[in-house]
Each structure stands twice: as C-alpha cells, then as structure tokens.
C-alpha cells in the first residue's frame, strides 16, 4: 500500500470511529433523563394600566411583585405540585391558587415596613381581576388560606386605586 492509500484508510477508519462515538453519544443523550425546562418571565409595559411615566416608583413596586409571583409559578413546576411534566398538563386554577397564597405568604413574612406596601398592592390585584368563572374558583381557593376581609382590609390601604384617578387626571387635562 501507498502512503496515500494508508493515509486515506485511515481517515475512513477516523471518521467511522467518530459516527459511532456520535452515534453512541445520541444514544447516551436520549437515555438521559431530561432537565426539567427553563422559564422565561415577560413583563407587559404597563403593568396594571401603571406606566413608569405615570408613577416610577409604583411602577417597579408592580414590576417586583410579577416577577416573585412568576417565579413561584417556576417553583411549583420544579417540584410538580400543580403541573405533571410527563403529561405536559397543568392544573391553572390550582396552580395559580399556590402561587397567590406563596407570594402572600411571602410577602407577609418580609420583616419590613415596606413588606405592607407590597401586601396591600398584591391584595389589591387579587382584589381587581375580572370576575369570570375561573378568576372566581381561584379566589375562593386563596381564601381558604387569607379571607376575604383580611385581602379587602390590604388592598384598601393600596395604592392601586391611585390608578383611576390617575386616569381620571389624563381624561380632565385632555379637554
């Protein structure tokens, strides 16, 4: 045999070993148990009908209570209380109800004057949803755990109703 001959049986031989080490790595990659998935949170612009030109301050304050309540959406899919992988199937009423009464429980554990602030605006969009058929079964779910008056004594001390006049204000300065 050539030296050209040898050197091209030999690149044959390379690139066979290197599909079967390929092919062995698929294998391996398919019996792998896979991770669980990755989450992705995005904001709206508005939050609450709340622009940062509106109210800075009020803005970022909604802006940090969406993203504790997605990331609580995220715990309960890692430990598969209201979601089943598998399945790809979920529970929204349930799941939605563990992540309100979390984020409540959260909040309510803070240690700090500003813990209040973030109850009564939480409360207050609890209190704010629509009342369709679904909205309704995951508010009587978050009651069992924080009654009705304890959420309506929150969000009266919110800021949230500062939206509607802050509407009111851009309705009157536009005639």
Same mark, same amino acid.
């Given at each position: 045999?050539?030296?050209?001959?040898?050197?091209? =049986?030999?690149? @044959?031989? /390379?690139?066979? +070993?290197?599909?079967?080490?390929?092919?062995?790595?698929?294998? %391996?990659?398919? &019996?792998?148990?896979?991770?669980?998935?990755?989450?992705?949170?995005?904001?709206?612009?508005?939050?609450?009908?709340?622009?940062?030109?509106?109210?800075?301050?009020?803005?970022?304050? =909604?802006?940090? @209570?969406? /993203?504790?309540? +997605?990331?609580?959406?995220?715990?309960?899919?890692?430990?598969? %209380?209201?979601? &089943?992988?598998?399945?790809?199937?979920?529970?929204?009423?349930?799941?939605?109800?563990?992540?309100?009464?979390?984020?409540?429980?959260?909040?309510?554990?803070?240690?700090?004057?500003?813990?209040?602030?973030?109850?009564?605006?939480?409360?207050?969009?609890?209190?704010?949803?629509?009342?369709?058929?679904?909205?309704?079964?995951?508010?009587?779910?978050?009651?069992?755990?924080?009654?009705?008056?304890?959420?309506?004594?929150?969000?009266?001390?919110?800021?949230?109703?500062?939206?509607?006049?802050?509407?009111?204000?851009?309705?009157?300065?536009?005639?």
């Amino acid at each position: 045999m050539t030296s050209a001959s040898t050197s091209t =049986l030999s690149t @044959l031989l /390379l690139r066979t +070993e290197v599909q079967k080490c390929r092919s062995a790595e698929v294998q %391996k990659c398919r &019996s792998r148990p896979r991770k669980p998935p990755q989450s992705a949170i995005l904001f709206g612009s508005t939050p609450s009908g709340i622009s940062q030109e509106d109210s800075e301050s009020l803005f970022w304050a =909604l802006q940090v @209570l969406f /993203l504790y309540h +997605e990331l609580m959406h995220a715990k309960n899919l890692k430990i598969e %209380k209201n979601f &089943s992988l598998p399945d790809r199937r979920v529970d929204l009423v349930k799941a939605e109800i563990y992540t309100d009464i979390s984020t409540l429980r959260f909040l309510s554990s803070i240690r700090s004057p500003k813990r209040m602030y973030s109850e009564y605006l939480y409360a207050a969009g609890i209190l704010g949803r629509a009342k369709t058929p679904i909205y309704t079964r995951i508010f009587n779910g978050i009651t069992k755990s924080f009654p009705e008056a304890q959420l309506k004594a929150w969000a009266s001390n919110s800021t949230l109703p500062f939206k509607t006049q802050l509407q009111e204000r851009k309705t009157n300065a536009s005639y």
